[in-house]
């Protein structure tokens, strides 16, 4: 299989290329693989959709390295190849689709060529594609916010400053939406998802029953609504509850469908994975098993703590409760000790009080050979790996006070690995355990 890594040529996304290629170096010889760095907007759809032509019958892999709009556009340029696989590494920004995906860790290398192929069904938007979430009105009113927030240089929380500013210019769309010729509203209404993915925004979960690969679109329509009753139900959207707690189901308009219409007298914008598209008119099509793409290996167990406070026996007795754990008990010990330094750690110094959270999991890989221990916060940032290992033949009056901990892990297992990534410490410890 050749690989094609496709990344955004951006000044400011240089740190993509930079891990990588360690990533790759670290792999080690025989990858089969190039490097594309994209030129501007809609040059990965170009690029991807030139080179399926070029080559109908060769077996590639075009792995999307980015966020969103990477993906879109490498799918964008997919949809009607064959012999074509599509792979992620998520860099930087949220990348909502794959929230579809809990228990795979979409930003290993290793793991991801490890990984098995599904088929996932793409919707077509007119002439373009999506296949996560299409969002009409209050929210591709926030996309547009969002952005300009963005583009301004204030990426934190840039959506949440979307939806404050939507509150007052989008809860009143003059939008129409048709699901397989069923109308479900007539002039107005507050927002519209059509999905084939679960979450938007980062944080909404706006199609709690979708999937990927049911050849069907999650249609949910928000009627208007006064503010009060807006602000009230706007966590129950967030959390996903909206089709189930009484005063939303109310508000909003449920339906499956394979055909979706949406009218508007006036240009409008909605949004495609996050990427804004403009027109009057919308056809919107599910293509069921459009494209194959590489979930990598999976992560066997995963849990957040929130908060952490007092919660280290806890933490600790989850990660030792894996089905992943060796039954040789003397592995067993050096890895609880490996894993009671490095929670420990976390919960004492990442977070004032300790009130915020911690996410751990295990993972086998494929051969059962090896285990790998994942702890990510988002605390102070932090690695532990910087601190040079004490000189153990010194007294303990004479060594540096602090260190022994992590040298401990170090000597316990066979591979300690650290980042800080898009706000959060993540430390990964691996142990042969056949």
């Known amino acids: 299989m050749h690989y094609i890594f496709i990344i955004n040529g951006r000044e400011d996304k240089a740190f993509i290329e930079e891990d990588l290629t360690r990533q790759i170096r670290e792999y080690g010889p025989g990858l089969d693989y190039e490097i594309y760095k994209t030129r501007g907007v809609g040059d990965g759809t170009r690029f991807v959709r030139i080179y399926c032509d070029l080559h109908p019958a060769a077996k590639v892999c075009f792995v999307a ?32 689709f794959l929230k579809c995906f809990p228990d795979r860790d979409f930003t290993s290398l290793s793991r991801m060529l490890n990984g098995s192929v599904r088929e996932i069904d793409v919707m077509k938007v007119n002439d373009s594609y999506s296949i996560n979430v299409i969002n009409i009105g209050f929210d591709a009113v926030v996309a547009s916010i969002g952005y300009r927030y963005m583009e301004a240089g204030h990426t934190k929380n840039a959506y949440r400053w979307g939806v404050f500013g939507a509150i007052f210019a989008g809860r009143n769309n003059r939008i129409r939406v048709v699901a397989d010729g069923e109308k479900l509203n007539r002039r107005r209404m507050l927002l519209c998802t059509v999905s084939n993915g679960r979450v938007c925004g980062g944080e909404f979960i706006c199609a709690p029953r979708a999937e990927v690969d049911d050849g069907w679109m999650e249609v949910c329509l928000a009627r208007r609504m006064l503010l009060v009753n807006f602000l009230r139900i706007i966590k129950i959207y967030r959390d996903g509850r909206h089709l189930d707690v009484p005063f939303a189901q109310r508000r909003f308009r449920y339906r499956r469908a394979k055909h979706v219409e949406v009218f508007s007298h006036d240009m409008i914008n909605i949004a495609l994975d996050g990427e804004l598209y403009g027109s009057r008119h919308f056809d919107i099509d599910i293509i069921p098993k459009e ?32 089905p992943d754990m060796p039954k040789d008990e003397g592995l067993q010990f050096k890895i609880r000790l490996s894993i009671e330094e490095a929670v420990e750690n976390v919960v004492r110094y990442a977070y004032e009080g300790g009130m915020g959270w911690i996410e751990v999991g295990t993972e086998l890989d494929p051969e059962g050979v090896m285990l790998t221990i994942l702890l990510k916060d988002a605390g102070v940032p932090f690695n532990p790996l910087e601190k040079a290992d004490p000189d153990i033949t010194l007294s303990a009056e004479d060594r540096e006070i602090g260190g022994l901990g992590i040298f401990l892990c170090k000597q316990l297992m066979d591979h300690i690995e650290y980042k800080y990534e898009d706000g959060c410490n993540i430390l990964t410890m691996s142990k042969k355990i056949a």
Do not use: Q, W
């Open 291 to 322: 494209i194959h793409l590489i979930l990598p290996s999976i992560v066997t167990m995963k849990k957040r703590f929130e908060p952490i406070i007092d919660k280290c026996g806890e933490i600790i007795d989850y990660l030792m409760s894996s």
């Open 65 to 96: 390295c980015g966020g969103s709009g990477t993906m879109n556009e490498v799918v964008s340029g997919m949809v009607g190849s064959t012999g074509k696989t599509l792979a992620i590494l998520a860099y930087g920004e949220t990348n909502d």
